[in-house]
Every structure is written in structure tokens, then in C-alpha cells.
């Protein structure tokens, strides 16, 4: 293994010639702008986008780097890069690939500009509501939706699918959304027991037992919801470690427009200087509990202490990719009289009021879950508005008013605890939202890390993870065999300083899907040496080329590759079209 690394520095431009332009022109791009932040051997580049606008909510432009001050815990950091909101508009046309040449490189995945995702969430909306989210988008995206603005349409189910990958054209986009059928949530909150409507005309005995029967069903009705709850929580996980792979190399800031009725936690407690102890015993802030689910306090103490750092995990990255979360509240305005005149029809209960109260006392508490997102990643929440095209309106207008500011920490102890972001205006009068800062995290310090079933993951996203770049070409098949060549990039490794040089360390697979979803073959390989500094720089300018075979089949079916930095577990991954013999 240790030969073939050394000797695959030096034949690259034989099979890959149009990837190596490729290479070149993502290194020119990066040189000019802002990088995707990635680990990088022992530093690591902070980036922080900063929406500014006037009183009136206008963008501002024409601010430089010395307008900004930028402070971690208090203390004010060197600005070592700097991009205006024009700059990041600025769009690149990639090279065409040939027949059998895949990438999951940046400048492929988008050619420039801001991304915004429209996240539609059956997981935790209501079935009603989810066919009006539909409605609004059909109608934001036909009136109001800008041409160059480049948006995809995610939906969130029992886990995260792509209706439509990123596009400017409208037309595609409401052709996705035209396909999009609301559904049932996985898994709903209990349904209320109703309650006896003649329970008052009845003997003490009989009443006794009736109240008896009816409490055992309510108890029964919070462990059904407090497991709905835990699955949602985990779906909901699932989903942002997702975006987290598929944005997080695409340079630039990612607007997630959330639609939704309640988010199941928040991404950080509310108290930022609390311990590490506290910290996990307050994670997940669970914050849409009602009456029925407050008798499970023990579930809900449970489910904080075992989601609290997968939560953090979630949390650090989606700060690491630049991702701004916007809530949107499909449920409209919302007064609380609807739910007294539907207590009231269905009998729900001997106090309709009483019920009503809660449930408003719920939708207030999901409403501040989501403003707690949405400041905390430096989005903005849309709530208590029937026009939910507007609140998406709005989170695209951030895209034109957003500056970024990066900086290398002066504190290199990446002990995962959470650090404060400050960010200062010179000129007053303007209006700043960022985010508030992020979990120190070192991911090659992490203990219990799972790499094979990161892989697995990533090999399930319907889009490219792009924390690790690399293209690949998929040749006929031949002998039984497809030959399959990788050529990695290098700058998407993280290097460990060791004595001797460079140490890399990192593994590729190559995965046959038959046309309904199911694994045919794997084949995997692992990749680990020490380079001199001089040949380092070679690898970092060149790449690395390595070869993988993978059994032939006789039908067609889905080829998935991915390459694993083992030191970070970050992962990234390429489809592709199996060839037939």
C-alpha cells in the first residue's frame, strides 16, 4: 500500500487529464476566495458570516475588513480573510467531465453564489399543515423567486431526501414541488383520550373506575409521545448531520429555510457559560412538552443525557459549514381560540379552556425554540404570519447583505467546550446578525468515534458529502472486474505532524446498489503514510491517485464511492452509474 501511495504521485495526468484541470481551476478559486472550512494539520480557519442592514432592514455594502472587530470569549481576533457580499456572488463556469469521470468537488456542486435550501419537515408538521407549506413555496417560487438565486428542495420524513438538487431555474424547481405529497408524520404525538361525556351521572364506584381506566390510558398516551418525541429528536439528528456532509465543502454561506411546526430541541443550552456537566444534563432544551408529557419527566431526563453530545456534535457542524437556519412556522397565526372551538366540537376535555391554555403554552414554547435556532446558527424565525412565502423571501434577501469574516483562533485548545463570537460595527445605526459562536471540537480527539458507521451514512445521503473532495473515473468493465481509479485532494485530508513529515490517513470504498437500494458488493481499502515535506507538497499540488476493483454485474445499478479522512471521520462521497459487461 505504502509503494502504491509513493508511485501514484507521479502518474496522474495519464488517465485523469481533464481532472487535473479541474484541480487546478478549485485551487485557483480557493487562492481568490474564501476556502471551505476544513480542519487543516494544527490550525483551523473560523468563518463567520455577518448579515448587515440598515433600520429599515436594507442590505448594507461597501464595508471593509477594518469597519469589522471580531471577539472569541472576549478577546478580539486578527481578520485573516474577508469577503464582501458581491464577491460571494461571483460565479464560476467548472469544465464539462467526460463519460466515467465523477467529482463531488465544490466548483462542480455549485458554480458560485449563496445556497438556500427549502427544507420542507414532515417529521415534526402536521399533516394540514404541510400541504399549506406547499402551497406557499408553489407560489414563492412562481412570483417572487429571483433568477440566479440557486435553491434546492429537501424534504425531511423518516430521514432527509432530496426532491431537487440545487438550480437557478424556477421551472425546475416547481416541477419538484409540484411532485411533493404531504404525509402523515412517522410518528405523532398520542392522540387525547377522550373524556366520559356522561361520567358526571355516575355512581361514586362507577366514576372511581372510569377515572382509574382513564388514567392508566393518559399514562400509556406519555409513553406513546415521549417515544414519538425520542424519534424525532433522532430524525431530526440525522438530518442536520446530513446537511452538514453534503454543504460543508461548498464554500460560501447556506441558507436552510426550515419549514416547520416545532423544533425538538435546541441546538445550546441557554445559559452559554455553563459547565461541561451542566451542559450535558440541560441538552436537549426540550421545549414543546404538554400536559401529557410532563408525567415523563424520567424519559425526558434520560433523553437529555443521551442526546446532549450528539446535539453539540450537530451544532459544531453546522457552524463549520456555514449554515444559517431560518425557521419558518407553517402553522400561520396562531391566536388560541382555534383550539378552544376544537376542544369544544370534539369534547376533548371537561376544561375546554384549561386544555386550550396548554396547548397555546405549547406553540409558544416551539415558537422559542426556533427563534433559539435561528439566533444561534445567525438566521431569523417566521412565526405568527399567514404569508409564509415572505419569511422565505426574507432569508434570501440575507444572501445580499452578508459578509464573511475568517480567523484563525488565538486559543488552539480544542478541549469541545462552547466559544463566544462577537462581532463589532465601526459605524453606527446598522443592524448585525451572526452567529453566536461554536463548540471548540477537535474531531481527531474524539473518543468512541464510529468510521465505518460515518461511512454508512454518508453512503445514504441522495446528494455528495463534500468534507472530503476527490473525482474519480469508472471504466468499462473488464474481466469480471470494474476498475475503478481515485484521485484525492489532498487539501481535504487533515495532515498529523509526525517525525519524518506528513502523516495521512485515510481509507476509500466502492459500494454496488441494485436499482431498488440494496448493497450488491463492497470493496474497501486503507491508505496511510508519512511524507517528507518537499514530496507533501507534491501531494498537496497533485493529488493521490489509487486504483479499487469492484465485481462486475450483469444488470445496471448504483455506484457510490467515498473516501474517509480516518484521522477526522469526515467523509466524502460520489454517485455514479455502474457499467455493464
Not at 307 to 320: D, M, N, P, V, W
Amino acid at each position: 500500500m505504502n509503494t502504491l501511495l509513493r508511485r501514484s504521485i507521479y502518474v496522474l495526468a495519464v488517465a485523469f487529464a481533464l481532472l487535473a484541470v479541474a484541480a487546478r481551476l478549485q485551487a485557483q478559486s480557493s487562492s481568490q476566495g474564501v476556502p471551505a472550512p476544513t480542519i487543516r494539520v494544527s490550525t483551523r480557519l473560523v468563518l463567520v458570516d455577518v448579515v448587515v442592514t440598515d433600520k429599515q432592514g436594507k442590505p448594507v455594502s461597501g464595508l471593509k475588513a477594518e469597519d469589522f472587530t471580531i471577539e472569541e470569549k472576549g478577546k478580539k481576533q486578527k481578520i485573516g480573510v474577508f469577503q464582501t457580499p458581491e464577491e460571494a456572488q461571483q460565479q464560476n463556469t467548472p469544465p464539462q467531465l467526460g463519460a466515467g469521470l465523477y467529482t463531488n468537488r465544490p466548483e462542480f456542486r455549485s458554480p458560485g453564489g449563496p445556497l438556500t435550501v427549502l427544507l420542507l419537515d414532515a417529521a415534526n408538521t402536521p399533516f394540514q399543515d404541510q400541504a399549506y407549506s406547499r402551497q406557499q413555496m408553489l407560489k414563492y417560487v412562481s412570483q417572487q423567486l429571483k433568477l440566479g438565486t440557486r435553491m434546492g428542495v429537501f424534504t425531511l420524513t423518516d430521514s432527509l431526501q432530496v426532491l431537487q438538487d440545487f438550480t437557478a431555474d424556477p421551472e425546475i424547481l416547481l416541477a419538484a414541488l409540484k411532485k411533493y405529497q404531504p404525509q402523515e408524520p412517522i410518528l405523532q404525538n398520542g392522540v387525547p383520550v377522550p373524556l366520559s361525556a356522561g361520567a358526571g351521572t355516575l355512581g361514586a364506584r362507577q366514576a372511581a373506575t372510569v377515572a382509574q381506566v382513564e388514567s392508566i390510558a393518559q399514562g400509556f398516551q406519555s409513553i406513546q409521545m415521549s417515544y414519538a418525541l425520542d424519534r424525532r429528536v433522532d430524525i431530526t439528528l440525522n438530518a442536520m448531520r446530513s446537511l452538514g456532509r453534503i454543504l460543508g465543502g461548498i464554500p460560501g454561506r447556506k441558507n436552510i429555510v426550515w419549514l416547520t411546526a416545532a423544533f425538538p430541541f435546541e441546538l445550546i443550552p441557554q445559559d452559554r457559560n455553563v459547565s461541561e456537566a451542566e451542559l450535558v444534563a440541560d441538552l436537549p432544551n426540550i421545549q414543546h412538552k404538554n400536559v401529557d408529557t410532563i408525567a415523563t419527566g424520567s424519559v425526558a431526563a434520560t433523553e437529555r443525557q443521551s442526546y446532549a453530545s450528539q446535539i453539540r456534535q450537530a451544532a459544531a457542524q453546522l457552524s463549520t459549514a456555514q449554515v444559517a437556519i431560518y425557521p419558518v412556522d407553517v402553522r400561520g397565526l396562531i391566536s388560541g381560540a382555534e383550539f378552544m372551538r376544537e376542544d369544544s366540537a370534539s369534547r376533548q376535555s371537561s376544561n375546554t379552556s384549561e386544555r386550550a391554555i396548554a396547548r397555546m403554552s405549547d406553540v409558544s414554547a416551539s415558537q422559542q425554540t426556533m427563534k433559539a435556532v435561528a439566533e444561534e446558527t445567525g438566521g431569523k424565525v417566521y412565526i405568527n404570519q399567514n404569508e409564509v412565502a415572505t419569511g422565505v423571501g426574507l432569508a434570501v434577501q440575507d444572501n445580499a447583505a452578508s459578509y464573511t469574516i475568517g480567523y484563525y483562533p488565538e486559543d488552539k485548545k480544542w478541549d469541545g467546550k462552547y466559544r463566544t463570537i462577537k462581532v463589532k460595527l465601526a459605524r453606527d445605526g446598522l443592524q448585525l446578525r451572526h452567529r453566536h459562536g461554536y463548540f471548540g471540537i477537535d474531531p481527531s480527539q474524539e473518543k468512541d468515534r464510529k468510521p465505518e458507521q460515518q461511512v454508512a451514512e454518508a453512503l445514504q445521503d441522495n446528494l455528495p458529502s463534500t468534507l472530503v473532495t476527490f473525482s474519480a473515473q469508472v471504466k468499462p468493465a473488464d474481466k469480471g472486474k470494474i476498475p475503478i481509479a481515485f484521485l484525492v485532494d489532498a487539501h481535504s485530508l487533515s495532515a498529523e505532524d509526525v517525525s519524518g513529515g506528513k502523516k495521512l490517513s485515510f481509507a476509500y470504498y466502492a459500494a454496488l446498489y441494485s436499482p431498488d437500494g440494496k448493497m450488491i458488493d463492497n470493496r474497501s481499502q486503507k491508505a496511510e503514510q508519512t511524507f517528507k515535506e518537499d514530496v507533501y507538497r507534491q501531494v498537496l499540488q497533485q493529488g493521490i491517485l489509487l486504483k479499487l476493483d469492484l465485481d462486475a454485474r450483469t444488470d445496471k445499478g448504483q455506484l457510490r464511492l467515498a473516501v474517509q479522512d480516518l484521522r477526522t471521520g469526515m467523509v466524502g462521497t460520489i454517485e455514479a452509474v455502474s457499467p455493464t459487461q
